[in-house]
């Protein structure tokens, strides 16, 4: 068994994550799922964004905080999207994580990274918001910190491309992430 911490995207909590969490916890692992939006969630990424706005990134950054003072030392810290921002705020706090495992979206690898430390990142390889010199600068720096890395990149996907629910979907796409993200917590 696994602790995880998951953080969910500028959308906020919503279906993916919850089912995600259940199926993580149906495979014995240990799911927190914190709702840094205080119950507001969208489909429409603008509509994110300015959720995010309102609230303000220190209060959600707050709210990961007190969600991590409950979780083990060791959990995975897993972030989809902007959650893998929230992961990069708390990640040089945090130096006995089991592993990070980013989803749609970069965290910034800090310097005092552990050795041998598994990280798996996914992203579309056309991902506007991470375009692929970022990727690779972002993989160069986990790879600087002698981080166990694997970078997944996902051909003809859009940005958020493992939601059902959203426009982006690729269900193959979606499907080799998950299998992936479950072996690299297994």
């Not at 995975?76 to 980013?102: C, D, K, Q, T, Y």
């Amino acid at each position: 068994m696994t602790d995880i911490i998951l953080f969910h995207s500028v959308l906020g909590l919503r279906p993916i994550e919850r089912h995600l969490a259940e199926c993580l916890r149906a495979c014995g692992h240990a799911v927190a799922l914190p709702d840094l939006y205080q119950g507001a969630a969208t489909d429409d990424l603008d509509e994110g964004f300015a959720i995010k706005a309102r609230i303000g990134w220190g209060a959600i950054c707050l709210k990961a905080r007190e969600a991590l003072a409950s979780t083990p030392g060791d959990a995975v810290l897993a972030g989809i999207s902007m959650g893998a921002g929230v992961v990069a705020e708390f990640w040089a706090s945090r130096p006995l994580a089991a592993g990070v495992l980013l989803l749609h979206g970069l965290a910034t690898v800090p310097a005092n990274t552990r050795p041998g430390l598994p990280i798996q990142l996914h992203v579309a390889d056309t991902d506007p918001l991470f375009p692929e010199p970022d990727v690779t600068a972002w993989q160069e720096s986990a790879e600087a910190a002698r981080a166990d890395v694997q970078v997944f990149r996902y051909p003809n996907a859009g940005h958020y491309f493992s939601d059902p629910a959203l426009s982006d979907y690729n269900a193959t796409a979606a499907a080799q992430l998950w299998s992936r993200s479950l072996a690299f917590l297994t």
